[in-house]
């Protein structure tokens, strides 16, 4: 893992976008991205235990851009597994979602499997990614699970982060590795301590009322936390699920390997009948006003607006029309790796100087004064070049006086 960790521009570029929602439900607080057309089921994403709802940003930026709805939601502070299904079903009331696909990694995988269990007229279909069925053996190796919810933050932590394999990896596989890394550092010890309960907590997963072919287990085939022997117990269980398997990936395949991911889920979400509604989505212009040509038009309903929470708050101001097309390909980390023609002409003064911006700097939050920029080059040029300047009238007026002297 590098040292230092810098956020990918298309996180950045995530977050200036997509607004982030939370809301308090009963005791517990939820936090989760919530984007794409409404009147489409959604797809929602149950992060493992060093997840949080922002490891599936590549997931939302692409498949929303596609016609689909995406949600991604942090676990909550739950203690056992019944407490968990009931939390959810609040959640899902809350936010008026009825009928829902499952996307789950890891333990997130696992108490997707458990609310289907549970709650089957809910779920539609499920998507499981280096998931299991039990959780005696991770009991078994966490001998000190009982204080666990006494345990200092950064023993949890550190737990947590040696469940990640180290060492070299190839660079798409790092920078997953380095993301999560950066994630699990917001989490808290209650975050950390709740999340380990559920996974020692004695509980197994029972038969399912779904059918095996509304079901796709997708894993990776390098390596992974989850042990193969888990994962085996799995594709036996569902012996007629859909099977996608990746070459490599590691632990984080959504983050390392973006674009298989989503055309598996994309795969999958056709198959299982949830349509894709491109045509609501709406293209903002250059202007910045979302797609409305005008003040009146903002008031008018639409389907792809975000259902009005009044217990809800959200992190980021931006409303939930749908952000400018990126290029297919997610694996950019940089915003300055974006196309020439993506640029803006800045120009400065009347001396016809300009400058180009990529488009994803020009936000409010970015946006520089052409004064200021003029008055921070004239500062360069003085500092750089004035003791060039004066250094050099030294020399000259000290060679005229030795020359004068001579005479």
């Not at 200036?16 to 994403?45: A, E, M, N």
């Not at 180290?166 to 994630?183: K, L, T, W, Y």
């Not at 099977?243 to 299982?272: I, M, T």
């Not at 212009?285 to 003040?295: L, T």
């Amino acid at each position: 893992m590098k040292g230092v960790f810098s956020a990918p521009g298309d996180y950045i570029y995530f977050k200036s976008q997509v607004p982030l929602h939370k809301i308090p439900i009963g005791t517990k607080q939820w936090r989760y991205y919530d984007f794409g057309p409404k009147v489409v089921p959604p797809l929602i994403c149950l992060p493992g235990t060093a997840g949080t709802a922002d490891v599936y940003y590549k997931q939302i930026m692409s498949l929303s851009m596609k016609g689909y709805r995406i949600i991604s939601v942090d676990i909550p502070r739950v203690w056992n597994h019944q407490e968990w299904i009931q939390a959810f079903e609040k959640f899902l009331d809350a936010i008026d979602v009825h009928h829902i696909h499952l996307y789950g990694t890891s333990l997130g995988g696992f108490l997707a499997q458990l609310f289907a269990q549970h709650r089957p007229r809910r779920v539609r279909s499920l998507i499981l990614s280096n998931s299991f069925l039990d959780t005696r053996s991770f009991s078994a190796a966490m001998p000190w699970a009982p204080i666990v919810s006494w345990t200092p933050s950064f023993l949890l932590k550190r737990y947590v982060l040696t469940g990640i394999r180290d060492g070299p990896h190839e660079p798409f596989i790092a920078d997953s590795v380095d993301f999560v890394v950066s994630q699990v550092e917001t989490l808290s010890r209650e975050d950390l301590a709740s999340r380990l309960t559920l996974t020692v907590d004695a509980a197994s997963v029972g038969s399912l009322l779904l059918s095996d072919s509304l079901i796709t287990i997708m894993d990776t085939n390098d390596y992974c936390a989850i042990p193969q022997q888990l994962k085996d117990q799995l594709s036996e269980r569902y012996p007629e699920a859909r099977r996608a398997y990746l070459k490599s990936g590691g632990d984080f395949p959504f983050l390392s390997r973006p674009d298989e991911v989503n055309l598996h889920l994309q795969l999958h979400l056709r198959r299982v009948g949830v349509e894709a509604r491109p045509d609501l989505i709406r293209s903002v212009p250059k202007e910045g006003n979302g797609g409305s040509p005008s003040k009146k038009n903002d008031k008018r309903e639409d389907p792809d607006d975000p259902p009005k929470d009044d217990n809800g708050s959200s992190e980021n101001p931006t409303t939930q029309s749908q952000f400018p097309p990126l290029p297919e390909t997610s694996e950019s980390h940089s915003l300055d790796d974006q196309p020439l023609q993506n640029a803006k002409i800045w120009n400065f003064g009347n001396e016809g100087k300009i400058i180009l911006l990529p488009c994803g700097l020009l936000n409010t939050q970015h946006a520089v004064p052409a004064q200021i920029l003029q008055q921070l080059t004239w500062e360069i040029v003085a500092l750089h070049l004035l003791p060039l300047y004066v250094g050099s009238l030294y020399t000259i007026l000290n060679h005229s006086w030795k020359f004068r002297q001579a005479l």
